[in-house]
């Protein structure tokens, strides 16, 4: 009997662990080609942006209204149809529901959007963004945060204004900072992935930001709140393996992995 035996339940163990690898390695071609998927959403949706914000930016309407230094003639002749070419650009792209121009202190000159949108505050001197886009090496600057105004998760992409007076300044003067063109997009697509994309049963898609904190989740109550500490250390430590890794989460063991899709984003998959 055990001459019997002993091969049928060798041959069954091997074969369950045969069939255990196949899946871990296809739950594994899953995660990687999901983030791959969306890497390259980011990556292109980025650069659409910021080409729009180029060239919004180097428009001859936002020229003449940064260098009006009469207010009747920027508010009353200049901004009505720099508002109508704001509002046109969001037709094309309904996402970008805030368009702004912010002048070098911060203060908003110009605000066009598409939502019933309170405005906490016309000034953002102060704010995060504000100081990381005026202290940014590149005129074009691009983050992704919670809005403030309605608590959205949002791609924002600045272009820095650098414009020359001809009428004024000397012709050896250099350019100066005026201000700053502001568009602020919606992640729709995001949100849509994570609720949608599941793998297996228990898999999900999230989004975090660089400091940890959850900007896109399939439950909405977890957006806003922070990764503990300590994971959000085993994560970045772990960014280059490309495999899914067991770390501690929640009080119990779980299987996470995350990419890097941006400075300032990091898709995460968790079981």
Known sequence: LPLVVAPIVLLGSL????????TEQSVQNQVNTLLDQVAL??????????????V???????????????????YELFQPPLLKMFGEQQQVDPDYFEIRILLPDGYEDVRV??????????????????????AAPADTFSTFMLNPDNGWPVLLVSKRLRLKDRSVDPLTAKAQVRGYLVITARLATLERQARTNRIGAAGILFFADGQGQ????????RVGAPLPA????????????GRLKPLAGGGSDLLWQARQVHDELYAIVSF
Do not use: K, M, W
């Open 56 to 74: 919004l930016a180097s428009s001859g309407l936002v020229e003449r209204y940064i260098l009006a230094t009469d207010e009747l003639d920027r």
């Open 113 to 134: 959007t598409t939502q019933q949108l309170a405005n906490l505050s016309d000034s953002e001197g102060d704010s995060a963004y504000f100081q990381a886009l005026s």
């Open 230 to 241: 300590p994971l959000f250390s085993h994560l970045l430590a772990s960014l280059h393996s």
């Open 214 to 221: 959850i900007l896109v989740h399939p439950d909405p109550q």
């Open 41 to 54: 959403f980011l990556n292109a949706r980025l650069r659409a942006v910021q080409a729009d914000a180029r």
């Open 15 to 22: 074969g369950y662990i045969a069939l255990r690898d196949r």
